[in-house]
């Protein structure tokens, strides 16, 4: 009887410690930069890429632009999560 209890509180123990190791704290970025300056720049990153894609789709469709396209693509969807 008191192997079995010693074997759940042995149990609850490492589960603890086991969940404990798995949540880790999150900590936010600190900036100092002007928020609307990074908005901004932001802002321009997002119109030439924009026009680099618009560039891309009237160009005859070959495999190095198909890739460059989605590479601005994937720039432009980055820049707009931000």
Same mark, same amino acid.
């Given at each position: 009887?008191?192997?079995? /209890? /010693?074997?759940? &509180?042995?149990? /609850?123990?490492?589960?603890?410690?086991?969940?404990?190791?798995? =949540?880790?704290?999150?900590?936010? +970025?600190?900036?100092?930069e002007?928020?609307?300056?990074?908005?901004? +720049?932001?802002?321009?990153? &997002?119109? +030439?890429?924009?026009?680099?894609?618009? +560039?891309?789709?009237?160009?005859?469709?070959?495999?190095?632009?198909? =890739?460059?396209?989605?590479d601005?693509? =994937?720039?432009?969807?980055?820049?707009? &999560?931000?």
């Amino acid at each position: 009887m008191k192997q079995r /209890f /010693f074997l759940k &509180i042995i149990l /609850f123990l490492f589960l603890l410690l086991f969940s404990s190791l798995l =949540i880790s704290p999150v900590f936010s +970025e600190e900036s100092t930069e002007d928020p609307n300056k990074k908005y901004g +720049e932001l802002q321009n990153e &997002i119109e +030439e890429l924009t026009r680099k894609l618009e +560039e891309t789709r009237s160009k005859k469709v070959t495999l190095a632009n198909q =890739i460059a396209f989605m590479d601005n693509q =994937i720039s432009l969807t980055t820049l707009r &999560i931000q």
